[in-house]
């Protein structure tokens, strides 16, 4: 019960710090993108004036700018990212989240599989890197992360590309098939190899410093075999560091991912953000900026509460 | 039979400086119910000798010697067989105890765990048996805080609960390394006394290591002289505080602050204590010995054993039998 209450008001402590940063980025981007010269519809082609005009009324985009931004706001808290200005008669929230498989659905499907490589993998390959220290395994680990953090998706997808499906044709160059094993494996490949590196490394670190510390010498001295000094006393500190990792690299996952569909010419929210910003279509790239921003906070604040359960000390 | 056997125990650190000699041919035994103080400057291998006797040094140390617990060889012997011992028959507990609990888990968590792995406990006999020893300390409300996570306690309730989770199984030795540095002066006199009432209690044998002289003199029955890696002195607690032979322990002596006469500035030993990198020839303490002569600049050291476990390791010759050295006056009784 008491832990229940405490709970509570530590996820509203979150919570009242979450909602104003939403709308710090909200308000941000919005002056970004309405901050570029031009309006949505100069295009090459030059309209007529009255085309002009009637569209700018059409969009509300003759309504002054703070406006504009409220009722963005309104839309927004009916969940609403407003209309398309390049698909006409669609809306934004019908390109990010079509009924079809394309826009929010790849990317999240593409980076969700990547997770569930990354994360695991990632803690697991860390431990035993750090349990056995200064083996090959252990360089190893440290090798890749170097390696992997310094060489970033745009240049190993192709790479990929170029070995497995160029070369050797063992799988398709790109494409989401029906979203089959030999379409994605490329892809999910790439991703995780670009992130779990890092989760394997920060693991491998913070299980080597835990290792070391006092309370593990207690448990050791009180003749606990290993396992129960690994499992029960030397988990929940080590991965402590590697859950407060999770929160920026989903977000670092996402935006991965968007790059990793253009590389493989997949149908999702990287094809539309490109297409916004060249189309000069601001509600698209708004929304996938808000959505992509909410979808890290909200990501955050998962691990906050990881986090509640991981650490006694922040219930106080 | 000695609880505990300790012969020619060495302890050496691999570094990238090269090999650092932090025991040095140390030997000792622990009799049974007696508590064997060791004292000696930071940095004399204190620790380290009795890490090498729970078998928790660093893994870039090497120990060889003779470590025998109860009859039974410790050194070289397996982690599994090694885990039969420690938090049983041999416990320790250490001088921070803000950091030597596991935060992440409760005290109940904790404790429990040694009886259910030793004494074969279910988990709520281990649960009261855990209660009792926390009662026993000292921690007030024992039944509701053992469900308490350290950071929940006091560092001077944290070193009692360190204190019942090493004395759950009843262990035949204690070893207490600095178990009252890190706290302040009041705790410190009630974790000595605790200390003192559980010893009579259990009738087990303690080894309490310290700087602090005091504590020595109000704790123990022997004590050891520790300098540079090496056992200077050993004797009775008498022999130690009212006859010191080695100008060592003569020194660590005069550097007691006083209770009656408040003293402004401790009396130090100058200088420093050898680099355990690149240990002198002769005796490791010439450099700072003002009763320093040639021969104690080169070649082994002279043992004199006085008997009755008392020796020291010093060229400079003590005739106790016969009553007539410079060191000491009267009173002198050996044999
Ligand atoms: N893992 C290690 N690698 C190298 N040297 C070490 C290691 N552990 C300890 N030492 C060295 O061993 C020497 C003896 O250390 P020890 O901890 O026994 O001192 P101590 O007498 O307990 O001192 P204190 O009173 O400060 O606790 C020190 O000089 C220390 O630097
Ligand atoms: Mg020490």
Redesign the pocket.
Known sequence: MDEYRQMMKFLIRRLLVAIPTMFCIVLLVFSLVHATPGNPFQGEKALSPEVMKQLLHQYRLDLPVWQQFYLYIVDLLHGNFGPSYKFIGQSINGLIFPDYMGGFWVTMRLAIYAMIFTVPLGILFGCYAGLYRNTWFDRLVVMLNMFFSAVPTIVTGPLAVFLFAVILHLLPASGWGDGDFKHLFLPVTILTLAYMPTVAFVTRGSIIDVLNSNFIRTARAKGLPTRAIIFKHAIRPTLIPVVSLLGPMFAGVLVGAIVTEQVFALPGLGILTTNGATNRDYNLVLGITIFGSFLTIAFNFFVDILYFFLDPKIKQ | MPILEVKNLN?S???IDGV?Q??NNVSFNVEHGEVLGIV??????????V?AIMGL?????TVTGSIKFLGQELVGVNTKALNKVRGNKLSIIF?DPMTSLNPYLTIKSQMTEVLMLHKGMSKHDAVIESIRMLDFVGIPEAKERIGLYPHEFSGGMRQRVMIAMALLCRPELLIA??PT?ALDVTVQAQILKILRDLQTEFKMSIIL?T?DMGVVANACDRVNV?YA?QLMESGSLDNIFYEPQHPYTQALLASIPSLEHEVERLATIPGEPPN?LALPDGCVFQGRCHKVHQECKGGDVVVQDFGAGRFMKCNLMQNLTNGINQGITSNVVVN
């Open positions: 302890v650190f691999k570094t650092v932090a025991v000696g400057e930071s940095g004399s291998g204190k620790s380290q000798s890490l040094l660093a893994s870039n140390a001088q390394d600095e540095t290591i700087h520790m890696g355990l």
